[in-house]
């Protein structure tokens, strides 16, 4: 979808490995200790000195933009009360990435229990419980590894969210029921077409129209962040890739990523050519 795209051919599906997320640990260093005095909702605490600090990389489920029901929106209202359950009369440890707020005043950080024993990672935890989906954050990449498994484990297992079609991971060639699901964050998976390039953009591509099809878009000034990352754009035509993010409509349904973790290369099913 977009400027120049190319028609790249998709015959020839190429041998994708495992990721390693899983051996991956959380080896950001503790910063503080603090007490918590609410929960402020599936992704938020407040602290006992009045700041509130919001689960970094993860995005707790929130009620879709047609929801008319006059109660909570239930997946909401479970998140809510698995934090609840998790921090109840607990210290937490927080553990900050490149940045430690974000343009709210809201602390963000990877937060631990503290208490006898192991740590317990709050967001490893809702993940496994299928009530929070991985969201990554523009130049902040710690620890997301091992987020990414525990929220692929939990929706094989058909935990939580992935229960219900609401949560479904989305067709990527099916543009019209896309464009339904306009500024809500989705997951969407499907096989690459070709690459089109404009003058400040990059245009992953998912069918020949190019002006209606389901696109990903990336800014150039952030094309070294994903290159650094070992990311080979012009090596997805004819693979299946998993993107994540927020659908907005320009042409057609797209999701603008700024972060190599937003899109996953996938191996190939067993016995395709």
Request: glycine share 8%; with cysteine; net charge neutral.
């Amino acid at each position: 979808m977009r400027i120049r795209a190319l028609a790249i051919s998709v015959g020839l599906v190429l041998c994708v490995s495992g990721s390693d997320a899983r051996a991956e640990t959380c080896d950001l260093p503790a910063d503080e200790t603090v007490a918590i005095s609410a929960v402020v909702d599936g992704e938020t605490l407040g602290l006992e000195d009045g700041r509130e600090v919001r689960l970094l990389g993860v995005l707790a489920p929130a009620p879709p933009p047609d929801w008319e029901g006059t109660e909570a929106w239930p997946f909401a209202a479970q998140a809510r009360e698995a934090l609840a359950t998790l921090v109840d009369g607990a210290k937490v440890s927080l553990r900050f990435d490149t940045r430690r707020e974000d343009r709210y005043g809201h602390l963000m950080a990877q937060v631990f229990l503290v208490r006898e024993g192991e740590p317990v990672w709050i967001q490893q935890a809702l993940l496994a419980k299928g009530l929070a989906r991985v969201a990554a954050q523009p130049d902040m990449s710690a620890c997301l590894g091992p987020l990414l498994a525990a929220e692929a484990d939990a929706r094989d297992s058909r935990r939580g969210i992935w229960r219900s079609l609401s949560y479904q991971v989305r067709d990527a060639h099916d543009p019209k029921s896309l464009g339904y699901r306009r500024h809500t964050y989705q997951l969407v998976e499907g096989r690459v077409h070709g690459i089109g390039e404009g003058k400040t953009r990059v245009y992953v591509n998912f069918a020949d129209d190019w002006r209606e099809d389901f696109t990903v878009v990336i800014k150039r000034k952030r094309l070294p962040v994903l290159e650094a990352a070992g990311l080979d754009l012009m090596s997805l035509p004819g693979r299946r890739v998993r993107v994540r993010g927020w659908v907005e409509w320009w042409n057609g349904p797209m999701i603008e990523i700024s972060h190599p973790k937003a899109i996953e290369v996938l191996a190939p099913s067993p016995g395709a050519g």
